[in-house]
């Protein structure tokens, strides 16, 4: 591991980030990808002395997160339970109990892609090294990208707590050079274009501060579910959360739809929404709103068998949700 500055911010305004450091938090993203070689910063700021550990209550119900929250204390939040249990089954399918006691929000957010060719440094990669190749697409892509992808990156988002914020319509406050910004999930992430290694859009010594996650409207139902290659911690194959309720005739009155394990950042499904809306809540409706979102897929050979996957997982969550039996229909 190459030698670094370490420095303990001591408030807010003076965490500011050189451009050749990075901050520090939980750090079991960070580190691993330091002893890797993948990253080498020069400075290490540590954000953990901020007073950034808060959950707070907002008007209407919502919540305000600070960035340095565990993940472990935010699942077993009882507002956060009792209130959102997508964002609590996210977080518990996230990792294993020793990293949510140290992974923070903040950091979850802007984690590290878990692709292979990027974590290998002997290897080409355009995140990493732009305009050296992409060699994961004809290599091993299994857990890579169907959507969203482009020709220079296939790379898919491994948190699983951002695919549950991005179906609340959660939002980011961070603190930049230039000011205090409020971003979407969309907005905050980037997908790979032309320049994979632009993966967020907050410019050099930013510093996320909280996370916001305004209330559910009345009667809204919400779940996340994940399917990887082993019950233990393991990064999505596919993942969903949903957060439906159903009007007074038993249709579809309220969706949201977001998918991990299939993107470069968590995937809003807003054509499946758009279908969904207003239509019967069952098997056969939900599986033309989902083909209409997947009809935008571009899987590779090894890694086609996540859209019919991610199918199956949609109409079974859905059915789920909406209490009609509908799924494996």
């Known amino acids: 591991m190459r030698p670094f500055d370490y420095r303990l911010a001591e408030d807010t305004g003076s965490a500011g980030v050189p451009t050749d450091g990075t901050i520090l938090a939980g750090g079991t993203n960070l580190v691993d990808l330091m002893k890797l070689g993948v990253l080498q910063p020069a400075t290490l700021v540590d954000i953990t002395s901020l007073p950034l550990?808060?959950?707070?209550?907002?008007?209407?119900g919502g919540l305000r997160i600070g960035a340095t929250v565990r993940n472990s204390e935010l699942a077993a939040h009882p507002a956060v339970r009792e209130r959102f249990p997508v964002l609590s089954q996210a977080l518990l399918a996230g990792a294993s109990g020793q990293l949510r006691n140290l992974a923070t929000t903040g950091g979850n957010l802007l984690q590290r892609t878990r692709c292979p060719y990027f974590q290998d440094v002997t290897k080409p990669c355009n995140k990493r090294r732009p305009g050296t190749g992409c060699p994961a697409r004809d290599g091993d892509h299994r857990n890579l990208a169907v959507l969203g992808a482009s020709p220079q990156c296939i790379a898919t988002h491994p948190s699983d707590m951002a695919v549950a914020l991005r179906a609340l319509d959660a939002r980011v406050q961070a603190r930049t050079p230039n000011g205090q910004v409020d971003l979407g999930l969309d907005e905050l992430l980037m997908l790979p274009g032309d320049h994979p290694e632009a993966e967020t859009t907050l410019p050099a010594g930013s510093l996320i501060t909280s996370v916001t996650v305004p209330a559910l409207p009345p009667g809204c139902r919400s779940v996340y579910r994940k399917v990887r290659d082993r019950a233990s911690y393991a990064f999505a194959l596919v993942s969903v959360a949903a957060v439906v309720a159903l009007d007074a005739d038993g249709c579809i009155g309220q969706v949201r739809l977001a998918f991990g394990g299939v993107a470069p950042r968590p995937w809003r499904a807003s054509a499946a929404e758009r279908r969904l809306i207003g239509a019967p809540a069952s098997a056969e409706a939900f599986r033309a709103a989902v083909r209409?979102?997947?009809?935008?897929?571009?899987?590779?050979?090894?890694n086609a068998f996540k859209v019919s996957m991610l199918n199956e997982l949609v109409v079974t969550v859905l059915a789920e949700l909406t209490g009609t039996g509908a799924g494996g229909a």
């Open 53 to 60: 550990d808060f959950v707070q209550e907002e008007p209407g």
């Open 292 to 302: 209409t979102e997947l009809a935008a897929a571009e899987p590779l050979p090894r």
